[in-house]
């Protein structure tokens, strides 16, 4: 028998839009590849006869008839297949909602709230349409002036200053060495949103980066604030599979924090 969620891989439309079951961690997989299809993904868990989850299977409706981007699936948390994918994304109250999105794990809501699942889901539609229509990667501004916060300090506002930032030599569009265009391939081909920081224009920040930063070797990237490789690194753990696996894994664990967690952080 065909997997039902196998039969909508393609974009939706109005006249398709439904939301799908998922009964099994294989399922979860199937429906979470769907986020790289430029589709917001929304899985909702949920427990029959629980008045809550059938007040948000009623918005939820609502919702996929007026925004053919966004896929939801269903996971009633009544078996114990479904609940370990539960337990796996820490799911300990429902209605509970996992919003994913290209290679982003994007953020857990939790409880019968029809205003906030609306409002993340607008505001991350306006995000796509934008990526869509070409939005660049963001430099990071230079601030060569001196001030009380020592260069290291300097240093570590640029590495915090995005979930992913990228020391490069040049920027995106004008890349100055290979290891630099390799890099800004490897991330655009996996769809991560990212900042950058072109070396060459800031000679005290190249300095710092020599003097208190795990490598000096150039491009290199950082992870929610920590040193995830050069782009040699990089390359390796993409040719052992495991670049998704370590960028999901570490989003799953500090994407919630306050400090990561802002609309406005790319």
């Keep these: 028998m065909q997997n039902p969620i196998s039969r909508y891989q393609g974009p939706l439309t109005g006249g398709n839009a439904e939301m799908l079951p998922v009964t099994s ?21 949920s427990l029959p006869g629980s008045p809550e989850c059938a007040q948000m299977d009623d918005v939820i ?26 337990a796996i994304w820490s799911i300990q109250k429902v209605p509970a909602f996992i919003l994913t999105w290209g290679a982003h794990f994007v953020q857990t809501i939790t409880g019968a709230d029809p205003r906030t699942l609306l409002n993340k889901i607008y505001k991350l539609e306006q995000r796509m349409e934008a990526i869509r229509l070409g939005e660049r990667p963001h430099a990071v501004p230079i601030d060569s002036s001196e001030s009380e916060d020592s260069l290291e300090a300097r240093l570590k506002k640029l590495v915090e200053s ?23 391939e490897i991330l655009q081909r996996a769809d991560i949103k990212y900042k950058y920081f072109d070396v060459t224009t800031d000679e005290k920040i190249l300095n710092g980066i020599k003097r208190f930063l795990p490598s000096t070797s150039m491009p290199q990237l950082y992870l929610y604030g920590d040193y995830l490789g050069n782009v040699k690194t990089i390359q390796g753990l993409i040719k052992a599979g495991e670049f998704h696996k370590v960028y999901e894994i570490t989003t799953s664990i500090y994407f919630m924090l306050p400090k990561w967690n802002k609309d406005d952080m790319v």
Excluded: W
């Design 25 to 45: 961690l294989s399922d979860f997989n199937v429906a979470s590849a769907n986020r790289t299809n430029n589709l917001l993904v929304v899985h909702f868990f």
């Design 61 to 86: 409706r609502e919702i996929i008839r007026d925004h053919p981007r966004v896929r939801f699936f269903k996971i009633d948390v009544s078996s114990e297949e479904t609940r370990r994918i539960a």
């Design 162 to 184: 995005s979930r992913v930032m990228v020391f490069l030599k040049g920027t995106p569009d004008y890349p100055k060495c290979g290891g630099s265009r390799q890099m800004v």
